[in-house]
Each structure stands twice: as structure tokens, then as C-alpha cells.
């Protein structure tokens, strides 16, 4: 019961680490027990502090926890865990349950939202189907991207990047690259060979006191050169291609600089491709919020692969499925540079074009959830359009489970 797949050459199936957090003492013993009897791995807290604690050594797999707690609650727990133990499945519960607080619930991504008392085989059932969703894929990072983001700041920031097998680091002075080191590469030669490909981990480090400048460029010729590179090492990599550019480290490869739709920098925007569970039809909860709007407009759910899930439009001419996955993408990347350079961890944006506004919304942002945009006339009030979407927002959450 409590193991899944393989465990590599021997063939030994996974033992599955599950941590209960509940400060009701028997409560917590008793579905520890329970669990273990089950073949799981589990453990009790009976604080979030102790459960924070307990996962400085222990990478669970699912993370039970009630809400009301002294200290740390449920949901400040939940948001520690999806900034640092992204790829942790939550399951909440709570004895004071509400439809407003199934609804927080579902919106910060939990796996399963039960209420007390509850049948221990319903948590086990639960149990089951979140560790049947995919573990959130190794997130990619565009550090050219996160150069824009942060000159566009001013700040001081270090950003540590893993590409390849080497670490790497960038130090900017207001929003100026000073610094970059790759390796043996220094100055404009670290800052091209980091910039070729995807980084595998990108994150803020402490800014030196003493930094030894090396880079003399300013950082939008640097972006601009670093993505005429890229280019020409995609077109290189493409059948008939000439030779890539002499660049030692590392390798330009044909990978596209894409990742999925996050809102923390190590989730980033990182999401298992699984099918939704829901049963509600996303094209008649489009449709609906599209009449509502009553004006000519196009609502799309796109999937964390870019692939849109429902479309419902009024607009005219209707608005093609690949502008909605562009926009997710777009949206994407600036919720990982966003997160690089210490802004937050965004949920949504808007944009006006000459006529017409565009949302870009995070349903929740539980592993899997679809993004909503919402295309409609640029004179449409912001607020007009929010409470029109939350008159919807039951039916939007229940498609994120």
C-alpha cells in the first residue's frame, strides 16, 4: 500500500514518507498508526514549527496537516511548503470547514481538502490518488530572461545558477551586470555560455561585500548579443545548420527555453502534466462566465503543457489557441524571473493592447492547475471583469483538483 514504483535496479518498490501534522495529540498517534500499518513511512508533528523542522533531514512525499494550529496554521504551512518542498503533496483538514475555506484550500494547491471527523479509508483514498499524480518535473530556468527582469529593478541582487555540471553566478550593481563567473570563463564569456542554454536551478544568493567588476558591456547589449547567440546556435542545431559558435561551455542545444506555468521559483512554474479530475465540464464553465461578461470577449483554461483544455469566445475574428498558449508561456516566464529577483511569486497579469485587455490567472496553484485568460475590450473596468470571474470562481477551483 504505502510504496510506489520501482526502486531502481533491484526492483524494490519506493517506500512513500508521509508526515501528519495535527496538534490533537491522540488524533495525530492514531493516523500515524494507522498509516504505518499501511506500509507508509509516516511520522507526526504536532506543530507546523516541529513539522518545518523535522523536514530539514526528510523529504516527504505527502504532507497531511490540519489548519487550525497554535503557532504557524495550516495555510502559512502550506505556503513555507510550496516555496520550499514544492514537489511535497498536501492534503488539509480541518474541523472548523467552510465552502470559503475548501476554496482557500483548493486555491493554494492542496492535493485533497477533508473535514473532520473523517473515515481514516476516505484520508487513505486521498492518500492514494495524490501520490498517483506525478512529482513536479526539475524546473528550467531562461537567465536571459531573469537579466531583463532584474535590470528592469534598479537592484542590487546575486543570482547562483547551476547549467550543466557547473555553477555559475551573476552579481548586478542597480540593475547592471558587474559580475559573471562560469567556471573558468569570466566577465561577457561566463555571461554567453550561462545565457545558451536552460539553467537547471536558478536562485538569490547574498551579495558579496567585495566584488571584482568583470563585465564592461552594458546588460541590454548583453541581452541583446546573448540572444543573437542562442538564435544562432538553434539554427546551427537544426538540420543543414552551419557549426555552432566556438563557445567551449556548455553545448548549444536545440531544447526550447520554455517552462511550465509556476508561481514559486523552485515549483517555478513547474507542474506534472496529468489529466484533471474533476467532473465538471470546463467548456460550459467558459461558456458561462463568457455570456456573463456580455461583451465580445474569449476565455481560454491552457494546461501547464500549453495546451488548451477549453476555449469559449465571442470575439470577432476568434482569437487563434496558439495566442493563448503564447500568453501562458509569457506569463510563465516572468513568474520565474519575477521569483529570481526577489519580487514575489505572482498569480496573475494583465496587459492592454491597442483595443482590447488580457488576464493571465493561476486557477490555484495546486500541482497541474490550468491558467485562465480572459480576452476582452480594453474599456472593460478591472474590477468589472474580477467580479464577474469570482461569481465563477467555485466552479474554476473545483477544475484545478
Known sequence: ????????????????????????ENLNWSLVTSLRREQYAADGALTAEDARRRMVDVNYDCIVSDIQMP????????????????????????????PSVRQEAIRHGVAAYLEKPFDLAALKRELRRALDTPAQPTASY???????????????????????DQLGMFIFERGELISAVYGALRGEQAFFAMCATPAQLATPAPVPERVERNVTQPVSSLIFDALLKRDAGLAAAAPGGRPASDLAQPRLTASPMRAPITSSLVAAAAAPLTAPTSTRDPQRTLASLVSAIARPCAAALVQPDGSIRALAQTRQPPAPEAAFTQMAQGFAAFARAAQVGQFGAPRETRFIASGEQALVRLISARPGSPALIVVVPADMEPRQLDATIAVHESELLELAM
Open 1 to 24: 500500500m504505502g510504496q510506489a514504483g520501482s526502486g531502481g535496479l533491484t526492483g524494490a518498490p519506493r517506500v512513500v514518507r508521509v508526515l501528519v501534522v495535527d496538534d490533537e
Open 71 to 98: 503557532g504557524m496554521d495550516g495555510f502559512q504551512l502550506l505556503s513555507w511548503l510550496r516555496a520550499q518542498r514544492p514537489q511535497a503533496r498536501v492534503i488539509m483538514m480541518t474541523a472548523f470547514g467552510s
Open 142 to 164: 531562461d537567465l536571459i530572461e531573469i537579466t531583463q527582469v532584474i535590470s528592469l529593478s534598479r537592484r542590487d541582487v546575486a543570482v547562483q545558477a547551476q547549467v550543466g
